[in-house]
T-cell receptor
Framework: AQSVTQLDSQVPVFEEAPVELRCNYSSSVSVYLFWYVQYPNQGLQLLLK??????LVKGINGFEAEFNKSQTSFHLRKPSVHISDTAEYFC???????????FGKGTTLSVSS | GAVVSQHPSWVICKSGTSVKIECRSL??????MFWYRQFPKQSLMLMAT?????????EQGVEKDKFLINHASLTLSTLTVTSAHPEDSSFYIC?????????????FGPGTRLTVT
């Protein structure tokens, strides 16, 4: 069975500071990895995904993530955050044979000035 | 890009009544649609997976007689919450996966907030 652990439930940062949101997964098979963002009372928007190839993945809004197979991690980073980045962030995993996504519990990113 | 809509965006109903939520893929054909439920400040929990023209596959612990899912066409899936109770109040989100294009990506709808009084 697969699972996703987001290590931080809340991450408060100041505007223009760097941020890292941590995600670890467990799976006995190869997986695809995703990061989604959810703004209040809205659905999910895909930030970036790792399917194969380069382990450093760049997404929208200046976010990037690095797939580390040995550490089974897929941490999300941004070098300089904005107030508008305040949202809920979800890490998700899907195995190559499966269909549905398994989500972590989410990390609330709060950016203040 | 691929767009998924949900209707209504929010609904309030009385206990004991039924509510239908629609999920539509607007610019692509969705062979598979997923229904998720999200409680406040919590993650998305998969409720069921539906393929066009066949019965939905429900996750363990989800009552199939209470949460009726129909995927009658390649662009529409519906979730009907029957005999709703206050504990069914939640944020329901659908997602869709298409025939072509990026096969591993799901496109999410904006969600429907259900409040049962």
């Amino acid at each position: 069975a697969q699972s996703v652990t987001q290590l931080d439930s809340q991450v408060p940062v100041f505007e223009e500071a760097p941020v890292e949101l941590r995600c670890n997964y467990s799976s006995s098979v190869s997986v695809y990895l995703f990061w989604y963002v959810q703004y209040p009372n809205q659905g999910l928007q895909l930030l970036l995904k790792y399917l194969s190839g380069s382990t450093l993945v760049k997404g929208i809004n200046g976010f990037e993530a690095e797939f580390n197979k040995s550490q089974t991690s897929f941490h999300l980073r941004k070098p300089s955050v904005h107030i508008s980045d305040t949202a809920e962030y979800f890490c998700a995993v899907r195995n190559q044979a499966g269909t549905a996504l398994i989500f972590g519990k989410g990390t609330t990113l709060s950016v203040s000035s | 890009g691929a767009v998924v809509s949900q209707h209504p965006s929010w609904v309030i109903c009385k206990s004991g009544t039924s509510v239908k939520i629609e999920c539509r893929s607007l610019d692509f054909q969705a062979t598979t649609m997923f229904w998720y439920r999200q409680f406040p400040k919590q993650s998305l929990m998969l409720m069921a997976t539906s393929n066009e023209g066949s019965k939905a596959t429900y996750e363990q612990g989800v009552e199939k007689d209470k949460f009726l899912i129909n995927h009658a066409s390649l662009t529409l899936s519906t979730l009907t919450v029957t005999s709703a109770h206050p504990e069914d109040s939640s944020f329901y989100i659908c997602s869709a996966r298409g025939l072509a294009g990026v096969p591993y990506e799901q496109y999410f709808g904006p969600g429907t907030r259900l409040t049962v009084t």
